[in-house]
């Protein structure tokens, strides 16, 4: 990868600094990509957030169809209903 790296130091307890090596060494990369990866995956997740809509939001979407126009509605429901029918059971007619 080609990006400009800044050094910095900072200050970790013993458990980061264990799980740190753990990683580097499970993963085969220096501490620092470790870090690198997780703090991308942080902002990842913290994006993906940001993006979903709250559960009210998404219970009016889905109340108000969720997407779908009337025509691809019922055009579905045709094709739930047609499927239920080809599976009948003789005792079920």
């Known amino acids: 990868m080609a990006y400009a790296l800044t050094r910095t130091s900072m200050a970790l307890d013993q458990f980061t600094l264990k799980v ?3 990683f580097a060494q499970k993963w085969g990369v220096p501490k620092a990509e470790v870090m690198r990866r ?3 995956r942080l902002k990842e997740e913290e994006d ?3 993006n979903c809509p709250k559960p ?3 219970l009016e979407w889905l ?7 009337v025509q691809e509605a019922e055009a579905f429901r045709e094709e739930v209903r047609a499927e239920r029918e080809a ?3 003789w005792w079920e007619a």
């Open 48 to 50: 993906m957030k940001e």
């Open 38 to 40: 997780a703090v991308r």
């Open 20 to 22: 740190l090596d753990l």
């Open 56 to 58: 009210l939001e998404a």
């Open 87 to 89: 599976k009948r059971y």
């Open 63 to 69: 109340q108000k169809g969720g997407g779908m126009t």
